[in-house]
């Protein structure tokens, strides 16, 4: 379980805000450890800095394991806002704790989230 807080400022006179949420993750028991599916869900409450507009949503993912250093992953908000997407993407798990995640947002529709997109995310774990 994870759980967290931002403080949001925005660099265009919108104040500043604040984004909470929490998730609750569970591995499938496989046999196989490598091949155990995670899923992921939990809710989201963020201020117009992060979403547009104040809203409360849902935030659903999936990892599946293929190889040590390859997962298929999808993510999912729901709703209307800025964020609300899904995205499914292959994530790369490289040397020295080093994560890129590649993929391709979809945006729900009537969101105001814009059109498809191209996602990278890179990440290093300290």
Excluded: C
């Excluded at 190889?67 to 992953?73: F, H, K, M, R």
């Excluded at 999808?74 to 292959?90: E, F, Q, V």
């Amino acid at each position: 379980a994870t759980g967290g807080a931002m403080v949001l400022q925005s660099l265009d006179d919108r104040g500043t805000g604040q984004w909470l949420y929490g998730h609750a993750s569970v591995k499938l028991p496989f046999r196989d450890p490598l091949r155990r599916t995670r899923l992921t869900v939990g809710p989201s409450w963020g201020t117009r800095q992060q979403f547009g507009s104040t809203k409360t949503s849902i935030m659903v993912g999936v990892e599946q394991p293929v190889v040590p250093w390859l997962s298929l992953i999808g993510d999912w908000y729901s709703g209307t806002h800025d964020l609300a997407a899904a995205i499914p993407a292959l994530q790369f798990n490289l040397p020295n704790h080093l994560v890129v995640i590649t993929g391709w947002k979809l945006p729900n529709p009537g969101s105001s989230s814009g059109r498809q997109a191209f996602v990278l995310e890179l990440a290093k774990q300290f």
